[in-house]
């Protein structure tokens, strides 16, 4: 299937809630296809899919599903889904989302493909809104919502298609780049993959779907993607922090709150200037990232720094959602240890009375391989409070909780605290949080709800005065 066939078409969305699903969705809509689907809750997502004419029900049961001409799942949805359940008995078709996205992406010129452990959103959404600045019309899907495209897709012209990648369970084996960037490659999803080598394999074999002319775009200061690249049969371009990259930053300089700002050079050559309005080293290298795919998409260098400098990052990464009680509010997706290492350090650099990080660990099985790592990472905030674990896709195997972290993160000096639910996270930190501190909620769950939470009971508060 390509995406001339799906105009008129009924398509019903299992897990139509999640940030890949409703982009889908979206796209879909737009293409004039008759979608419906369901999520286990209510969510932003799920009351915008029904105002642009999608029917979508909260919770799973098979007589959601009508007859659809075929069904798509995420990841998270199992075969004992009622709903693909149903589906099965009566012979409808069922495709992947992954499947879905790869159809999508078909008949472009210019297919640009972000991959990687860490920082694909970011990098993803730098390029779409730089083809947008340079007067492109690009059709993109990314992971997050961006108030460029007005959400986490766009229909544009046949030229240029951005999407990401995801490695879990293979998924990105499904699309079909012509450019492909790969921002890291570390050890994740160890739910599905056996280790890190079987993790490289995966990437290995995503960067073997490039065609002859393709390209591959990956960071060269990361010794397995360079690995990688040297045994590809590809033309490859790196970018990094190292002067042996294509495309490197030098003269690095950082505002007061963390703003990086360097001039760009490739191959020796200085191309422009660039002044970041996101912060920390792991934004200025997704900029260089998203520097190589432009440039080497044809865009100039200019136009590149003129939109980088607008780029005010993706929703759920490091957002500001407001104040309250005199303490800023951030929520940052990052939900496993590295991610969330870097939201707190970005918390760090806008130089607060004090740090509260507020991590929701992400399913049990990531818990569980990289339990180590959770312990620290929260290690430069002042103060931490752990959530029940977000189960997502998995059963509750019983031998993991948040309650073993808090133990094990006071061994290591954390100031951590168990703060199960939402209600006992906001009456902690109203009752400790000071005017001038910081309060960072990490994951990809629904800790984000945690902060709409807080700021809709301060509203009452204030109306009621």
Known sequence: MDKANYKGRHIFMVGIGGSSMSGLAEILLKQGARVSGSDSSASHAVERLRAMGAEVFVGHRAENLGSPDFLVYSAAISADNPERAAAEARGIPQITRAELLGSLMTGYGHVLCVCGTHGKTTTSSMIAQGLLDAGLDPTVHIGGRLDAIGGGSRIGGEEFFVAEACEYQRSFLQMHPTLAVVTNIQEDHLDYYRDIEDIESAFAAFFRLLPENGIAVGCGDDPRVLALFQKLPRKTVTFGLSDACDYTARNIAYSDHGQ??????????????????????????????????????????????????????????????GVINGAAYYHDYGHNPVEMRTAVHSAVLQHPHAVWAVM??????????????????????????VTEIFAARENDPGDIRSEMLVRDMKKHGIDAVLTPGFDDAEAYLLSHCEPGDLVITMGCGNINLLNEQMHEHAKAREAAR
Not at 306 to 320: D, I, N, V, Y
Not at 361 to 382: F, G, I
């Open 260 to 321: 990086p700002s360097f001039d760009l050079y490739s191959h020796g050559v200085l191309l422009t200037h660039i002044s970041l309005k996101v912060v920390g080293e792991v934004n200025l290298i997704d900029a260089l990232a998203a520097c190589a795919a432009l440039h080497q998409s044809g865009v100039s260098p200019d136009a590149i720094a003129e939109s980088l400098s607008s780029f005010a990052g993706a929703h759920r990464r490091f957002e500001k959602t």
């Open 360 to 385: 929701q660990p992400h399913t049990y099985s990531r818990v569980k391989t990289l339990y180590q790592d959770y312990l620290t990472c929260t290690a430069e905030a002042d103060h931490t409070l």
